[in-house]
C-alpha cells in the first residue's frame, strides 16, 4: 500500500512539473519570439468523420499584429495584415475582404501567434504532454469567438501542433515545420494590394 501511495505520489508531481511546463513554453515563446517565418500543413476532420481536408502552405509573423498566411496547396488563398487591417484574397473568386485587425483577431487562435491580448480573450491551462509535446489549453471567453476549444503543443519554445475544435464540431489541425525564429522580414511581406479588377469588400 504505502509503495501504491509513492508510486501515485510520484505520477503526480511528474504530471505536475509537466503541466507547467506547457504554460511556461508558451510564455517564452511570447515574451522570446517578435517574428517568425516556415511551413504548415492543416487538416480539417468533420463531426461526421470521413476523409479529412488537407491543404498546407507557408506563413510569416511579426508582432504585433502582422503576419502573413499563405495557402498554396490544393487551392490558393492569401491573408495578410499589416497590424491594422487583414486582407483575405481568394483568387479563384477575385476577392477580397477587409476587416479591422482587432475585430478579425479578437478570440480567434490567431492571437497566440500574433501577439494579442491572449488573457483578455482566453481562459489559458495546462493540457498535459503528448508525444513529445507539451501542451496548452484555451478555452475562448466569449461564445462569439467560433471556437470552443484550442490546444497548442510546444516543443523548444516553438508551437509545433494547433488543435481546434470549432462550434459546429470541426476540428482543425495546424502542424508547423521549417520554425524559424526571430528572422528579419522585409517590410513587403505584411502589405498588400488588391489586384486589379478584384471586388473588394469590407471596411
Do not use: C
Not at 515545420?177 to 469588400?201: C, H, M, Q, W
Request: proline content about 5%; cysteine-free; charged content about 20%.
Amino acid at each position: 500500500m504505502i509503495g501504491w501511495r509513492w508510486s501515485a505520489l510520484l505520477l503526480s508531481l511528474v504530471s505536475v512539473s509537466a503541466l507547467a511546463d506547457g504554460v511556461a513554453q508558451m510564455q517564452a515563446f511570447l515574451k522570446e519570439v517578435r517574428s517568425a517565418r516556415g511551413s504548415f500543413e492543416q487538416r480539417v476532420i468533420a463531426q461526421s468523420g470521413g476523409k479529412a481536408q488537407v491543404s498546407s502552405g507557408s506563413f510569416a509573423l511579426q508582432r504585433p499584429g502582422q503576419f502573413r498566411w499563405s495557402y498554396e496547396k490544393p487551392y490558393a488563398q492569401l491573408l495578410v495584415s499589416d497590424g491594422k487591417q487583414m486582407w483575405s484574397y481568394d483568387p479563384d473568386l477575385k476577392q477580397v475582404v477587409v476587416k479591422a485587425v482587432g475585430k478579425a483577431l479578437a478570440g480567434s487562435p490567431a492571437e497566440f501567434l500574433s501577439g494579442g491580448d491572449i488573457d483578455k480573450h482566453f481562459q489559458v491551462g495546462a493540457g498535459g504532454t503528448a508525444d513529445g509535446l507539451e501542451f496548452v489549453d484555451a478555452t475562448p471567453r466569449s461564445e462569439t469567438s467560433g471556437f470552443t476549444r484550442v490546444r497548442i503543443g510546444f516543443a523548444g519554445q516553438r508551437p509545433v501542433l494547433m488543435e481546434l475544435h470549432d462550434s459546429f464540431g470541426q476540428i482543425t489541425l495546424l502542424r508547423f515545420t521549417r520554425f524559424e525564429s526571430n528572422p528579419s522580414l522585409p517590410g513587403e511581406t505584411f502589405r498588400f494590394v488588391p489586384p486589379k479588377g478584384a471586388d473588394v469588400i469590407g471596411d
